[in-house]
């Protein structure tokens, strides 16, 4: 009987928290579920009118499914010839400006990232100042003109190929690549170019992912550029040849209105499709590149 009696003095140990835990897991799933709602919601309302036809569109409403399938919004978008050489424009500048872009500003962040290098506190002073203060719309206009770059397709390229915030992601990630490995390298006889293209350029791939990324979306993105310097329609990127269709649809909406002609599309229509034609392509590329932008962000921010 001594065997079953219960000790004395020991009390039943509670664990302490397991409530509060699951409390705290279900007001946090409960919120990301909200979040997520309110994002996916208006995309996939987006995606679902852009197939709808004008009547369906005039009714208004909220679109959960299209009642009257219909690509007459995107064949109004592609119906103007030009549209594949704005295409090809938007590629080409696109990927020329994120190549050089990504390569001038590692090069002046490996750079900076020595501490031997002369004048380097006023070279990053003077970057500083870039990140805050800038000439302003007209000085930046007069200079394109005096380079002689208006209507010209380096207008998208060379003015966008330094960033100063992009150097200091990069910077601060070469300086965690251990220095043991750069003076091994110069041993067996590597010079700076070399110890540059052969070891950190491929160690750096998580943050280059980075820069990649998000100067790919402002290339991308980017009309407001053609609209200042740009007057050639040959040069005419996808954003500001698809900008041009939008406005001639209003002018064509205006004037249909009060009359008896049934028109298959909206200005609305052709806005949503044109918002699906530009946001796709960055949609498709940013999960091959999520995994180096997570870990490129985390390394580059961070300064020891």
């Not at 790919?216 to 900008?243: A, E």
Request: include cysteine; aromatic fraction near 14%; charged fraction near 10%.
């Amino acid at each position: 009987m001594g065997l079953l009696t219960k000790p004395s003095g020991i009390k039943p140990t509670r664990i302490k928290g397991g409530l509060d835990n699951r409390v705290f897991d279900t007001i946090n799933m409960t919120l990301l579920l909200l979040f997520t709602v309110a994002i996916v919601v208006p995309l996939w309302n987006v995606l679902v009118s852009s197939f709808s036809s004008g009547q369906s569109l005039a009714q208004g409403g909220f679109v959960f499914w299209p009642t009257e399938f219909s690509l007459e919004n995107y064949r109004a978008v592609f119906r103007d010839a030009g549209i594949w050489q704005a295409f090809f424009i938007s590629v080409s500048k696109t990927i020329v400006g994120v190549s050089t872009h990504v390569f001038f500003c590692a090069m002046v962040a490996y750079g900076l990232s020595k501490k031997y290098l002369r004048g380097r506190r006023l070279y990053v002073a003077m970057g500083v100042i870039t990140m805050f203060f800038s000439g302003g719309m007209i000085p930046t206009y007069l200079l394109i003109k005096s380079l002689g770059l208006l209507n010209s397709f380096w207008v998208y390229i060379i003015p966008a190929l330094f960033s100063y915030y992009d150097v200091v992601i990069l910077m601060n990630f070469f300086r965690n690549v251990p220095d043991a490995l750069e003076e091994s390298a110069k041993i067996d006889g590597a010079g700076d170019w070399r110890v540059f293209l052969s070891l950190f350029i491929p160690l750096s791939m998580p943050a280059l992912a980075t820069i990649a990324l998000f100067n790919g979306v402002g290339q991308w993105n980017d009309f407001m550029t053609t609209k200042l310097y740009i007057t050639d329609q040959s040069l005419y990127p996808l954003q500001m040849m698809l900008y041009e269709i939008i406005v001639q649809s209003q002018t064509q909406s205006m004037q249909n209105i009060g009359g008896s002609v049934v028109i298959e599309t909206t200005t609305k229509g052709v806005q949503l499709a044109t918002i699906v034609i530009t946001t796709l392509p960055i949609l498709a590329i940013y999960p091959l590149l999520q995994r180096y932008f997570i870990s490129g962000m985390m390394l580059g921010a961070v300064k020891e």
